[in-house]
């Protein structure tokens, strides 16, 4: 069970904006950058997010990420149906070191 | 560009050894800016960071607290490459295994392996 608890699943018409939630605690969120990841099926992760709200080179400014106290939060706009994947973030954890949320999975009826 | 190629067994014995090598190129294991880690993936434990080695003045390891009492990663600088072994593998330890790159040490996992499958069974 993880430590960071993210909703299964999210859902949005294209074009729309969602956002993706990570909650956590004061020993991990409360005090360590938060990294989002994409998988598509069939795939390995794929960093969309670092240290709460950057974006790796090549990474549309349609993603963007934030944090506020224990929690953070995935944003997409715009969205198409290339964005259907499983959503992922973590953060170091006091007692656990690296520590994964349980994923959401982004639906684009 | 930086590619990480893994090799090892796909089935291993329950009560046995699990190992695994990830080769590098593009960069280097002994690298002071990059983290090397394991992460693997199951249906029943979703993505689980077991592990990582790092060189700044000196090598370091970590582990996740689930897996560190069976858990060894080591590097060899004269390869440039990092693996993994863990030991008394149960059927829970089924999944996909992933070396990854840290690019910063603080999980900016910019580059993954491709990924190998172990199973777990007799």
């Known amino acids: 069970q993880s430590v960071l608890t993210q909703p299964p699943s999210v859902s949005a018409a294209p074009g729309q904006k969602v956002t993706i939630s990570c909650a956590g605690s004061?020993?991990?969120?409360?005090?360590?950058?938060v990294s989002w990841y994409q998988q598509l099926p069939g795939t390995a992760p794929k960093l969309l997010i670092y240290?709460?709200?950057k974006r790796p080179s090549g990474i549309p400014d349609r993603f963007s990420g934030s944090k506020s106290g224990t929690s953070a939060t995935l944003g997409i706009t715009g969205l198409q149906t290339g964005d259907e994947a499983d959503y992922y973030c973590v953060t170091w954890d006091s007692r656990l070191y690296a520590s994964f949320g349980g994923g959401t999975k982004l639906t684009v009826l | 560009q930086v590619q990480l190629q893994q090799s090892g067994p796909g089935l291993v014995k329950p009560s046995q050894t699990l190992s695994l090598t990830c080769a590098i190129s593009g960069d280097s294991v002994s690298s002071n800016s990059a983290a090397w880690n394991w992460i693997r993936q199951s249906p029943s434990r979703g993505l689980e960071w077991l592990g990582r080695?790092?060189?700044?003045?000196?090598?370091?390891?970590d582990y996740a607290a689930s897996v560190k009492s069976r858990m060894t990663i080591n590097s060899d600088t004269s390869k440039n490459q990092f693996s993994l072994q863990l030991k008394s593998v149960t059927p829970e330890d089924t999944a996909v295994y992933h070396c990854v790159r840290d690019r910063t040490g603080n999980l900016v996992f910019d580059i993954w392996g491709q990924g190998t499958m172990v199973t777990v069974s007799s």
């Open positions: 240290d709460n709200n």
């Open positions: 080695t790092y060189h700044r003045s000196k090598w370091s390891n």
């Open positions: 004061s020993s991990n969120i409360g005090k360590n950058y």
